[in-house]
Nanobody, 116 residues
Framework: VQLVESGGGLVQPGGSLRLSCAAS????????MSWYRQAPGKDRELVAH????????NYADSVKGRFTISRDNAKNTVYLQMNSLKPEDTAVYYC??????????WGQGTQVTVSS
């Protein structure tokens, strides 16, 4: 199993970024996928998740209306479109999923820095 995030970087407040997470080694279309983030000195927190078909999506209150999670099961990829970025969105963003009751998987993370 491999999750590889990309798309992070430095952006000014109010700007946009699109994160991608390329998955391999499992049946991607069968699993709910999530994005988490961790800011310096803070706990890792859930940003958004999307059901296996993409029909259901949920977001943290802090990103509702600004971020959109989506997936392309043909490409085994989940995305996070981030608009109207704020300095408090600065964090390492991780892709995540759980298989069964005992197995959870994280990507290596991609850094997002929002600063002028």
């Amino acid at each position: 199993v491999q999750l590889v995030e990309s798309g992070g970087g430095l952006v000014q407040p109010g700007g946009s970024l699109r994160l991608s997470c390329a998955a391999s080694g499992f049946t991607f279309s069968s699993y709910r996928m999530s994005w988490y983030r961790q800011a310096p000195g803070k706990d890792r927190e859930l940003v958004a998740h999307i059901s296996s078909t993409g029909a259901y999506r949920n977001y943290a209150d802090s990103v509702k209306g600004r971020f959109t999670i989506s997936r392309d099961n043909a490409k085994n990829t989940v995305y996070l479109q981030m608009n109207s970025l704020k300095p408090e969105d600065t964090a390492v963003y991780y892709c995540y999923f759980v298989r069964g009751t005992n197995y959870s998987y994280w990507g290596q993370g991609t850094q997002v820095t929002v600063s002028s």
